[in-house]
């Protein structure tokens, strides 16, 4: 077991908000969650189609919290002047698609003033993200472990065993739990602590 480097923080996915009504339940979630994800997909890496950058420019003066972009595309670089544009904090592209210009790419996000992530393929196991903490502990690193997907009280505690810092909470996690969310987020912390036996540290 890898112990992880923080407190758990949840990041809310915006892709599987009420697109009724989005910004209602941003206004609720600015008060307890850590930050906001959101998913931008080209059709091409990710046969979806996630959110479109007009829709990302409107949500993202509701959001109070780090704003993080998920960025399912083949190329990152057409994407990185829109998104910050459109007011994201962090880029996370993935890692298949950085390819030689890695290094180059994660400094351009950085120079545009965001956070700069990078996404492995969703089949990443288990032991494979435990290796990441391992290393990240051994060399004296910060940086943050972040899950998406399966973020509920079936997966909770292993993988905050294997070194997870951040929870990304979509259908399963949270919005799904109950149509009033504030009571979906108290539920979903309720079933965290219960899951992993650790207390969450209220915002």
């Known amino acids: 077991m890898t112990a992880p480097s923080s407190d758990p923080h949840f990041a809310i996915s915006l892709y599987c908000s009420d697109f009724r009504n989005p910004a209602a339940q941003v206004e609720v979630l600015n008060n307890y969650a850590d930050s906001y994800h959101v ?7 990710s046969p979806s189609m996630g959110l ?34 459109a007011g994201a ?9 950085l390819g030689a210009h890695a290094f180059r790419t ?3 996000i950085r120079e ?6 990078i996404a492995v393929n969703p089949l990443t196991s288990f032991s494979e993200m435990e290796r990441l ?17 399966s973020c509920n009280e079936k997966n909770f505690k292993r993988m905050r065993e294997v070194g997870a810092d951040t929870f990304v909470l979509g259908n ?9 969310i504030e009571e979906a987020w108290h539920m979903t912390m309720a ?13």
């Not at 904090?89 to 698609?97: D, F, K, W």
Request: net charge negative.
């Open 133 to 149: 903490a391992q290393f990240r502990d051994a060399h004296g690193l910060n940086y943050e472990i972040q899950i998406d997907g």
């Open 39 to 45: 998913d931008i997909m080209d059709g091409h890496f």
């Open 106 to 108: 994660l400094r351009i």
């Open 191 to 203: 079933a965290y602590e219960e899951s992993t036996g650790e207390k969450v540290r209220m915002r």
């Open 52 to 85: 479109c950058t007009t829709w990302i420019e409107q949500m993202m003066p509701l959001c109070t919290l780090r704003k993080e972009v998920h960025m399912m595309v083949t190329d990152i670089d057409h994407w990185i002047d829109q998104l910050v544009a």
């Open 89 to 97: 904090t962090m880029l996370t592209p993935h890692v298949e698609s």
């Open 172 to 180: 399963t996690g949270i919005f799904k739990r109950s149509p009033d």
């Open 112 to 117: 545009n003033g965001c956070g700069a992530g």
